[in-house]
Antibody, heavy 119, light 108 residues
């Protein structure tokens, strides 16, 4: 079964840091580019970051550039997102999503992990 | 960045009716690289369409996509109970990728 499972969410104080993880199974992880997408409570989807299948190409949305860092470990079938300088506006469900290496539509999605930034 | 405007915001229909959802881009979407996703309450998004009109694996043929350039449409020919959800378009032809604000299809 194709599966992505996110973890690492929780309650963090403003200004804090966190690392989210996404574990892949059931497909050849190294053949997929990966993304992080978030959804604030009651809101739509916001793309955050992209990393190529080999970890080569990396892109960020302006809203998180300089604060968030995406990485992957193909040997461990895992994707990561390091979040720094967190603010209340980062409160959201964070999804990892896989895209075929030749494209950028998101074919595979995890169930999400919830981050709440609050004092 | 390419802004995607989805309309209507909410569509109230009955099971068996036809649903027509619109996604309009602020500039031409390169390659007509537009995807549609379905999100049921409490669930993650699910890919329905890519390349504007190609159904993803396992998606029933009552879902169809069309359009090019700046105007795209998702049509559900006959609504089933499980189709009542929120639908998002996403363009991936221009950088950065962007999502529309969503259309909620609710039971009338």
């Amino acid at each position: 079964e194709v599966q992505l499972v996110e973890s690492g969410g929780g309650l963090v104080q403003p200004g804090g840091s966190l690392r989210l993880s996404c574990a892949a199974s059931g497909f050849t992880f190294s053949h997929y580019a990966m993304n992080w997408v978030r959804q604030a409570p009651g809101k739509g989807l916001e793309w955050l970051s992209y990393i190529g299948s080999g970890g080569d190409f990396i892109y960020y949305a302006d809203s998180v550039k300089g604060r968030f860092t995406i990485s992957r470990d193909n040997a461990k079938n895992s994707l990561y997102l390091h979040l720094n300088s967190l603010r209340a506006g980062d409160t959201a469900v964070y999804y990892c999503a896989g895209a075929p290496s030749y494209s950028r539509y998101m074919a595979v999605w995890g169930q999400g992990t919830t981050l709440t930034v609050s004092s | 960045e390419t802004v995607l405007t989805q309309s209507p915001g909410t569509l109230s229909l009955s099971p068996g009716e036809r649903a027509t959802l619109s996604c309009r881009a602020s500039q031409t979407v390169s390659g007509n690289y537009l995807a549609w996703y379905q999100q049921r309450p409490g669930q993650a998004p699910r890919l329905l369409m890519n390349g504007a009109s190609s159904r993803a694996t396992g998606i029933p043929d009552r879902f169809s996509g069309s359009g090019s350039g700046t105007d795209f449409t998702l049509t559900i020919s006959r609504l089933e109970p499980e189709d009542f959800a929120v639908y998002y378009c996403q363009q991936y032809g221009n950088s950065p990728v962007t999502f529309g604000g969503g259309t909620k299809v609710e039971i009338k």
